[in-house]
């Protein structure tokens, strides 16, 4: 196979390359892709060295996919040409989510969908990845009729200028501002643009990519995105409210046996999901599964992952491993 990694010099871009060195998918060529000030930089993989190439060098060369994590605009831009060119596009950016014709896909939940024929794939974005792994087995089983879901998401997933903020704020250091406010010590309720509804772009995500993946419209979905000062991964508080009645020892016994999540949660030992320890981890952690005892039919989970794992890098490696294998 032949990959190329298009924004490799980025946050995600670098995570995308580690979980392939991690993996079992074999390369037979791999192509960093960057912005024009990165052409011919160095890129370590898996103990070589490789220079940064530029889009049109890449896509004479025809990789059989190109991983994309470069922003909407680049992948708006670049897509088409390298799909035009038979090349499979996955993208993490927003640029395609929502276009009816391109699979928006979480491979656990709905990578039977895809073909040959699919030159643009969609990955979701981070905060939906981990929830819809979780909510996936409770829909099918007990129908979801609505979900109230606060995130509470680390400052990995604005990028390197948020984590630098983040670190000149805790050293005293006054430096560049990717936020409106400071981030130590702080929180706020604001990720991405504000809309006219009063809801952020962010939270908009969680409800339309929901409704994509689980494959309905019919779901109910109010989101509070909420940003706070740790980097190791998205937390997410998430009420359930269900057609059929359920019971939590098999709601416990069904997520523990869905591929992809790990359960913790014992709380007489204070076990529950953190980010402090999903950092660097391609699982999605979950914890306080309670009956919501205010509401019938509803369910209470607190959900943990690393957004620049399964949120990106690990969904995208998990997509390209599927269509074209481990060897």
């Known amino acids: 196979m032949r990959l190329a990694v298009v924004g490799a010099t980025g946050l995600v871009g670098r995570e995308i390359i580690r979980v392939l060195e991690e993996g079992d998918i074999l390369l037979d060529a791999f192509y960093p892709v960057a912005s024009q000030k990165s052409i011919g930089s160095p890129i370590e993989f898996k103990g070589k060295t490789y220079k940064v190439l530029d889009h049109t060098d890449v896509i004479a060369l025809k990789p059989h996919a190109a991983i994309f994590s470069a922003g909407a605009g680049t992948s708006k831009e670049w897509a088409p040409k390298y799909a035009g060119a038979g090349i499979t596009v996955i993208d993490n950016s927003s640029a395609w989510r929502m276009d009816n014709d391109i699979p928006l896909v979480v491979p656990e939940i709905n990578a039977g969908m895809l073909d040959s024929a699919h030159k643009i794939i969609a990955n979701p974005n981070c905060s939906t990845i981990q929830m819809v792994l979780v909510l996936a087995p409770l829909h099918q089983k007990y129908r979801i009729r609505r979900i109230v879901v606060s995130t509470y998401q680390s400052v990995t997933g604005t990028g390197i200028r948020a984590v630098r903020q983040l670190e000149n704020e805790r050293m005293g250091i006054k430096g560049d501002m990717?936020?409106?406010?400071?981030?130590?010590?702080?929180?706020?309720?604001?990720g991405g643009s504000f809309l006219?509804?009063?809801?952020?772009?962010?939270?908009?995500?969680?409800v339309n990519e929901t409704r994509k993946i689980l494959n309905d419209q019919?779901?109910?979905v109010t989101a509070t995105v909420v940003r706070v000062p740790v980097t190791g991964g998205h937390s997410e508080s998430v009420n359930i409210e269900f057609e059929n009645d359920f019971k939590v020892e098999?709601?416990?016994s069904l997520l523990g046996s869905t591929?992809?999540?790990?359960?913790?949660?014992n709380p007489s030992e204070n076990l529950y999901p953190m980010p402090l320890y999903s950092k660097g981890r391609n699982e999605v952690f979950v914890g306080r599964i309670r009956r919501d005892e205010s509401q019938p039919k509803s369910l209470n989970l607190w959900v943990v992952a690393d957004n620049l794992r399964k949120g990106a890098a690990t969904n995208a490696v998990q997509i390209a491993t599927y269509l074209f294998g481990a060897r």
């Open 218 to 220: 019919s779901i109910q």
């Open 196 to 206: 006219p509804n009063g809801y952020t772009t962010e939270e908009e995500k969680l």
């Open 259 to 265: 591929p992809g999540i790990v359960i913790q949660d």
């Open 250 to 252: 098999d709601v416990l």
């Open 178 to 190: 990717a936020y409106p406010h400071p981030i130590d010590m702080n929180l706020f309720p604001h």
